[in-house]
């Protein structure tokens, strides 16, 4: 008796349940055909763990006709899916390009302090040739300071071109975790310090790589952050505001990252509905409810899981827990 394995490329853990059980259906039916030919089987009984159906004889017309409409369901589930991967991606690009909105006055504030440096020195360069007073020793100094502030503001322009690039032309390669983290400080780093938040980093530099994608890693810390920040926003008990980022290694091949704030933290409520899309205790105008659905998203797609621990009055403290292998499942909450 031959078994149809025409399908077994869905059999993998990134396909639907339901679309492994149309594949054991499409086998079933492929067997049932060939046991419907065997001699003196004039009736037959078949049952699964599945559906426990009683068969009578059937004809190859009626199996056919079974097998295209396991095709056809096949083939909607397989459309369905992309089209929810696709709008998927397009939540996230449309989140990070909403991350560069909300901080496009950060963006201007880190360009004009070296901007205003460069041209101070240039200014003064031109000056000093100006007045015939003009030192090479002062010039070389000029020199060098035009030169260490244009490249913090070509830092700052890669940075924000490869942040916002769709992650569809990136790949998934080996990554330090710490990387990402402190990319994503780079223009949230300012914001936080206007703002009174002192930020403490503990990052493991011995980490090994982990298989991941930098840009989605840098839009899970960029909103986990940003969302922090957001949370200091009504603390007006004169407390010291601080923000705890650290980065470890956890049973050889896993990576683990907590980012803790000790801001007002969440009641229960809304503690449970923080991951689903649209929902925010933001004013009107002030948020898009996407920010931590799309954090959810992001670490399942690294097969990772994100655990969130508030109390109300004391803060909130995310745990991100990755494997070095992107091939191993995620671990059971």
Known sequence: MKVDKSFASINNPNCNQQAQFMLRNQTYLHNLKD?????????LQESSHENDFIFEKTSDDQIEQLIQQNHCLQQALEEADDKLKETQAQLAQAGKLATLGTLGAEVAHELNNPLTVVSAEADEIIEALGNGNF??????????????????????????GRYSRDDKNSAWERVNINRPINDSLILLKSQLADSGISIELTLNENLPAMWGHTN???SIFQNLLTNAADAFG???????????I????????????KIKDNAGGM???????????????????KGTGLGLAIVQNLVKEHRGIIHVDSQEGRGTEFTLNFPLERRITHIEK
């Open 234 to 244: 009504c603390i007006k008990d004169g407390r010291t505001k601080k923000l705890l």
């Open 267 to 285: 009641s229960k409520e809304i503690k449970s509905n923080i991951f689903e899309s649209f929902f925010t205790t933001k004013a009107a105008g």
């Open 216 to 218: 989605k890693l840098e």
């Open 35 to 43: 046991l419907a030919h065997e001699p003196g089987k004039d009736k």
């Open 135 to 160: 030192d090479k020793e002062f010039a070389a100094i000029s020199a060098k300071n035009i030169k260490k502030y244009a490249e913090r503001m070509r830092v700052i322009i890669d940075h924000i």
């Open 246 to 257: 650290s980065s470890s290694l956890e049973n050889t091949n896993r990576i683990l990252v």
